[in-house]
């Protein structure tokens, strides 16, 4: 994925990229589509910016 997004002019970092592939569970294509919406947001693909759009933060204050 880091190859991609430096191809692609995506910013992130490694934590942000790690925690896209655990929800994306290492599907290739899966895991492109996701890196593309996130990279999206005009945004760092970053821990925040993933649990932004994959809802994530939502589904922690569920759970508490």
Do not use: C, H, N
């Not at 999206?40 to 993933?50: E, F, I, M, N, R």
């Amino acid at each position: 994925m880091r190859d991609v997004a430096d191809r692609e002019g995506i910013e992130y970092d490694v934590d942000g990229l790690a925690l896209l592939a655990s929800i994306k569970r290492g599907y290739p294509r899966d895991l492109l589509m996701g890196l593309d919406q996130v990279g999206g947001l005009d945004t760092a693909v970053t821990v925040a910016a993933v649990k932004e759009m994959f809802g994530l933060d939502q589904t922690e204050r569920l759970v508490e």
